[in-house]
């Protein structure tokens, strides 16, 4: 009997396996959905939705513990060479969209904070680096429920336009302190949330590696650009 490339001789596997990239993949659509929200709650300065997110991150944490479960259940039916990079992906991309979730968390929580001072110009930076995070999650996520390799080099790749937007804006609040000491407190809120909605695309590009590794094994990636100034940047 002979089967089809990546088709496991047991179907009820590949079945399981399915699962598990779906279940995965709603798990990271629940994170992009609470960071979306988050930075909802930044622009409407609603302090009561806010902390329905930071609390809704449990049910994120509690999805991580039971695909991971149900990840090594899996291993234990017979792995290939394939098998195990599922295995080993199935474990990893739910790591990282366990802290998407955390980060989306952390920008709902420094929003309360933020609420305390008078309305920023500098929100709208915020939220389009965050719509910009959110975006290089969702293309991730397909990459990886498409088995899309091209797609998970496209997010990697993108990583380096983020890390533009951020550094932009990192160094137009810097700029915004020294000119107004008032907004020194404010601007350092956004600053965390800007650093936390930075991460999220780091993440994005996690899973897109992991992609390409699920797919390729050990054959290298190609080089990438990497754009986080911050650590040198001073105002402009």
Known sequence: ?????????????????????????????????????????????????????????DSIDAAERRISQDVMRLALRGPMARDLREILAGLRIPSDIERIGDYASNVA?????????????????LRALGLLAAGQVRQALRAYSEDDDELALRVREN???????????????????MEDPRSITPCTHLLFMAKNLERIGDHAT???????????????????DKRDDTSTAGPA
């Open 1 to 57: 009997m002979t089967t089809q490339p990546h088709e496991h001789i047991v179907k009820s596997y590949d079945e399981e396996q399915r699962r598990l990239v779906e279940e995965i993949v709603r798990m990271g659509q629940t994170a992009v959905a609470q960071l979306e929200a988050a930075l909802d709650v930044v622009d409407r300065r609603d302090d009561s939705a806010a902390r329905r997110i930071v609390a809704n991150d």
């Open 109 to 125: 929580k420094r929003s309360i904070a933020l609420n305390a001072s008078p309305p920023m110009p500098h929100v709208a930076g």
């Open 159 to 177: 990583d380096a336009q983020l890390d533009r937007q951020y550094t932009a804006l990192f160094r137009e609040l810097l700029t915004y302190m």
């Open 206 to 224: 996690n899973i897109a590696e992991n992609v390409w590794f699920l797919l390729h094994g050990d054959r290298p990636l190609p080089p990438r």
